[in-house]
């Protein structure tokens, strides 16, 4: 299955406007010559419009002049972002001041430029840490009703044939974000794994398994009630969702063993949407099964923000950064329904 294409396709079909904040690094700015190019988004990249378009011809790349660009060092065009965030953040004791100097940071921009309805989404990570684009995320845009968790997920696909998952597609959560959820963070990490399998990994029955290292009580431990609270939880939160827990990994993914395991569960054996129960477990989890498996590992993809916002591996390439924009797009458009 062509993920990918189906995606694009979606992307092309709905135009969506993308916040790129790191603009003169050489692999961002090639993904978005790719993007304007094949009219996958419309490119905003933040940054001095000569250094840009300089390093786009350092590059002999054609389309960025197409690109709409913000230029943090312009103190007009920076100022009603800065107000916006002064009325974000002021509960929080900032000063007009600091609300000036976030405004001409690039990640907290390109937030804002979202978050004030001039783009859809932003891409960055590349030549920024994780924490630093999510924490400009977290202030700046906040969470979706009904969620305060953001959480990391990867689709992952194995190779073809494999008979694991909806046609060996998974999608695992979290990986990037909250090091030590509680059950009620457990539960949102659920309800939105469930929507990016809908939304990207176009699984249209998701089958969400809560996983452990007990399976239905076969070991009792605080992290096993923890999980078994999280499942009951997500239920309440939505209730359409097809979820079961506590599951070992092989209970929730292979039919002969959930079917010893777990009998009468309507997940075990069949899951495609695996919920871990802590950072370590998930992100360990999905580096393995991309390594040993041979996966494709998409993502991480920030699931539970008001609009999207996604981060790269600063090792990405540019086709990486294509992909994750196109992701970016669908889960714009996704949101807007
Ligand atoms: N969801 C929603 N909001 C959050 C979350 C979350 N998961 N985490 C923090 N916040 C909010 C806080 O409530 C706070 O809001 P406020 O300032 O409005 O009150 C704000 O974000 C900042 O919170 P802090 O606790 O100060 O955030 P912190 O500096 O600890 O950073 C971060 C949060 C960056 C996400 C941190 O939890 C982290 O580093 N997580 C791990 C990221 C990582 O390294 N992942 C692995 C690599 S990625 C990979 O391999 C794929």
Do not use: W
């Given at each position: 299955?062509?993920?990918?294409?189906?995606?694009?396709?979606?992307?092309?079909?709905?135009?969506?406007?993308?916040?790129?904040?790191?603009?003169?690094?050489?692999?961002?700015?090639k993904?978005?010559d790719?993007?304007?190019?094949?009219?996958?988004?419309?490119?905003?990249?933040?940054?001095?419009?000569?250094?840009?378009?300089?390093k786009a011809k350092e590059l002999c790349l054609t389309?960025i002049?197409?690109?709409?660009?913000?230029?943090?060092?312009?103190?007009?065009?920076?100022?009603?972002?800065?107000?916006?965030?002064?009325?974000?953040?002021?509960?929080?004791?900032?000063?007009?001041?600091?609300?000036?100097?976030?405004?001409?940071?690039?990640?907290?921009?390109?937030?804002?430029?979202?978050?004030?309805?001039?783009?859809?989404?932003?891409?960055?990570?590349?030549?920024?840490?994780?924490?630093?684009?999510?924490?400009?995320?977290?202030?700046?845009?906040?969470?979706?009703?009904?969620?305060?968790?953001?959480?990391?997920?990867?689709?992952?696909?194995?190779?073809?044939?494999?008979?694991?998952?909806?046609?060996?597609?998974?999608?695992?959560?979290?990986?990037?974000?909250?090091?030590?959820?509680?059950?009620?963070?457990?539960?949102?990490?659920?309800?939105?794994?469930?929507?990016?399998?809908?939304?990207?990994?176009?699984?249209?029955?998701?089958?969400?398994?809560?996983?452990?290292?007990?399976?239905?009580?076969?070991?009792?431990?605080?992290?096993?009630?923890?999980?078994?609270?999280?499942?009951?939880?997500?239920?309440?939160?939505?209730?359409?969702?097809?979820?079961?827990?506590?599951?070992?990994?092989?209970?929730?993914?292979?039919?002969?063993?959930?079917?010893?395991?777990?009998?009468?569960?309507?997940?075990?054996?069949?899951?495609?949407?695996?919920?871990?129960?802590?950072?370590?477990?998930?992100?360990?989890?999905?580096?393995?099964?991309?390594?040993?498996?041979?996966?494709?590992?998409?993502?991480?993809?920030?699931?539970?923000?008001?609009?999207?916002?996604?981060?790269?591996?600063?090792?990405?390439?540019?086709?990486?950064?294509?992909?994750?924009?196109?992701?970016?797009?669908?889960?714009?458009?996704?949101?807007?329904?």
């Open positions: 299955m062509d993920l990918f294409k189906n995606l694009k396709a979606t992307a092309i079909a709905n135009k969506q406007r993308i916040v790129l904040p790191e603009s003169t690094e050489p692999r961002t700015l993904a978005a790719q993007v304007i190019a094949e009219g996958i988004a419309d490119v905003i990249l933040i940054g001095e419009p000569d250094e840009i378009m300089a389309n002049g197409k690109a709409r660009i913000v230029n943090p060092n312009d103190d007009a065009a920076v100022q009603k972002y800065a107000e916006l965030f002064y009325e974000l953040r002021k509960s929080k004791g900032i000063t007009m001041e600091d609300a000036v100097k976030k405004a001409k940071d690039p990640l907290y921009l390109g937030c804002l430029l979202v978050k004030s309805g001039e783009a859809d989404g932003q891409v960055a990570g590349a030549a920024n840490s994780t924490g630093n684009v999510l924490r400009a995320a977290f202030q700046v845009i906040k969470t979706a009703p009904g969620i305060s968790a953001v959480s990391g997920a990867f689709i992952m696909q194995l190779p073809e044939g494999s008979p694991y998952g909806h046609d060996g597609i998974f999608v695992f959560a979290d990986c990037a974000a909250i090091p030590a959820p509680t059950a009620s963070e457990l539960a949102q990490i659920a309800v939105s794994a469930n929507r990016t399998a809908k939304q990207l990994a176009c699984i249209p029955e998701p089958k969400v398994a809560m996983l452990s290292f007990s399976t239905k009580g076969s070991a009792k431990h605080d992290n096993v009630t923890k999980v078994i609270e999280a499942t009951r939880m997500a239920k309440e939160l939505d209730p359409t969702i097809d979820i079961d827990g506590e599951l070992q990994a092989d209970a929730a993914i292979v039919p002969s063993v959930g079917a010893s395991k777990a009998p009468g569960s309507n997940i075990a054996g069949k899951a495609n949407v695996l919920v871990f129960p802590n950072l370590e477990t998930g992100n360990i989890a999905y580096k393995l099964v991309q390594r040993l498996a041979g996966a494709v590992a998409a993502g991480p993809i920030m699931q539970g923000l008001a609009a999207p916002v996604n981060d790269l591996s600063r090792g990405c390439f540019p086709e990486d950064i294509v992909k994750t924009i196109i992701m970016t797009c669908n889960q714009a458009i996704d949101a807007k329904k």
